[in-house]
């Protein structure tokens, strides 16, 4: 196999996943002309079967006494150097094609952060948005209830990602507890008291902000004074802007399924807890933020758009954080023409492919997501370590070790983007660094 045509043939409908395999592909030509083993190996057919899938029915009961049956589904995509690793997804638009093209993403993300990960995901077609806390609780128990006997601390340790925040993780930990009759470090993502690692909320958004500060020093630049857009309004988004903020960024936009923020002031620390307790707290919707800054202004989505206002502002800096495929290529035309020369990507895939075309070939700072936003499985990572260990490292060790990492990653993308003759194409430095560490650790376990 050489061509994505051989995915797209066995499985038809899945585009997000044919969109993420396509653009490994191509990236990792080049490896594959040099080592001709790789076709022996029959390496690429076994790198896009997922060694499981499992799915299965969660049925719960609503505070109306109505019973609801979702999907629940984990994908334990690949073990070759540890335990499958991989958050939990719960939106309405969860199906195979996205969760699988989230666990290959995983792969090569976790390779990249040099600690012992697998990759996998999983989730379900569940909203949380506007069910209540028990309603929540009750489904969460219901999917544990399947999926525990599936995952285990050296076996696969499931994660949050949109939808599962520390309000979830406590629920499908609490199930997982009663159902296996032990206490172990079988999800990440844990609240301090019971077992969790400081700065894994804040990991991701920190990360993907160390990522572009060690980008921009490439150009001799730092983060200071410039102007950046972010989207999403959840865990990445809001330690996205935190971090922006300590190092003296100007932040500007955010953003919901709802619609989008513009603050010309700049969002600051205020701001910001503001926005913290209208989403994590209050469970609100953007548009609430003009209470607090009237002079800001809200933008509803429009469902006939073919482009987001939100890339459409003067800018230096543009960090997506929301989900797949936000950025088209109308957006990246947008977002350069701007005067944006940084894109560091918090999300899974935000940008599409043509959209990725045209930041390369514009020359800008492009960090793609399994590279930037690494920071949130690689604290996911030192808390399976330090529940392992039983302790809890302080909050300055953890994030000294996360900057570290991050560091390395940059550098690791970057050499070997130069070793294959396309310097400063972070992609595929990651690409192809991801991959080779993977598919030689398969080699040397033999045909599994
Ligand atoms: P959250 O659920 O905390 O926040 C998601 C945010 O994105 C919300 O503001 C949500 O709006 C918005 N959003 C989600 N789906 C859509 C959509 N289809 N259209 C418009 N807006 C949308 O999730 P996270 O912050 O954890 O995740 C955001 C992204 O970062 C995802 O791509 C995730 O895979 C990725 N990521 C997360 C990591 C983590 O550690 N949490 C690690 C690495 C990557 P609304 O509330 O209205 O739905």
Redesign the pocket.
């Known amino acids: 196999m050489s061509s994505i045509q051989f995915v797209i043939d066995r499985d038809p409908y899945e585009r997000e996943f044919h969109q993420a395999v396509s653009e490994v592909l191509e990236s990792i030509q080049p490896v594959l002309e040099k080592n001709i083993h790789y076709r022996r190996e029959a390496i690429l057919e076994r790198l896009v079967e997922p060694e499981r899938v499992f799915i299965f029915r969660v049925p719960w009961v609503d505070d109306q006494g109505q019973v609801r049956v979702n999907r629940g589904f984990r994908i334990q995509m690949n073990s070759a150097i540890g335990p499958y690793k991989g ?1 939990l ?1 719960f ?1 309405p ?1 969860v199906n195979l094609s996205i969760l699988k093209f ?1 666990a290959f993403e995983q792969v090569f993300k976790n390779a990249l952060t040099s600690l012992p990960m697998g990759g996998g995901k999983g989730g379900a077609d569940f909203d949380p ?1 506007g069910k209540s806390d028990n309603e929540v609780m009750r489904f969460c128990q219901s999917f544990m209830t399947e999926l525990f006997r599936h995952i285990g601390p050296d076996t696969d340790v499931p ?5 599962v ?1 520390a309000r979830e993780i406590g629920y499908l930990f609490g199930m997982y507890k009663r159902l296996a009759r032990e206490f172990t470090g079988v999800l990440t993502g844990k609240s301090l008291n019971w077992g969790g690692s400081l700065i894994r909320p804040e ?2 958004g920190y990360g993907n902000v160390y990522f572009a500060a060690e980008m921009l020093a490439t150009r001799g630049e730092t983060l200071e004074g410039k102007t950046c857009l972010i989207s ?6 809001q330690f996205t802007l935190e971090k922006l903020i300590d190092l003296g960024a100007r932040p500007v936009t955010f ?4 619609g989008y923020i513009y603050d010309p002031a700049g969002i600051d620390r205020p701001k910001l807890d503001y926005l913290k307790r209208l ?1 994590n707290v209050q469970r609100g ?1 953007v548009s609430q933020y003009v209470e607090f800054c009237p002079d800001a202004v809200f933008t509803p989505v429009d469902p006939a758009r073919e482009y987001n206002p939100l890339w459409d502002h003067k800018a230096e800096c543009a960090f997506p ?4 495929n ?1 950025i088209n290529d109308q957006d990246a035309r947008h977002l350069v023409n701007n005067g944006v020369y940084l894109v560091s990507e ?3 895939m ?1 940008t599409t492919p043509d959209g990725i075309n045209i930041f390369i070939d514009r020359g800008i700072l492009y960090g793609p ?1 399994k590279a930037a ?1 690494a920071g ?2 690689t604290v996911s990572g030192l808390e399976m370590s330090q529940n392992s260990m039983r302790l809890n490292w302080p909050r300055e060790e953890v994030d000294k070790r996360l900057k570290g990492i991050m560091k390395d990653i940059h550098r690791m993308c970057r050499e070997t983007a130069e070793r294959y003759g396309v310097p400063g194409n972070y992609m595929t430095g990651a690409n192809i660094a991801g991959f080779v560490k993977v598919v030689d650790s398969m080699i040397d376990q033999g045909v599994v």
Not at 321 to 324: D, E, P, R, V
Request: no cysteine.
């Open positions: 958050g997804r939106h638009s989230l948005k994660a949050g990602d949109i939808g925040g990991a991701t999403g309004a959840g865990n990445v988004a953003s919901d399924s709802s989403k919707r954080g929301a989900t797949q936000e918090g999300a899974n935000p997501s936003n949130g499985v």
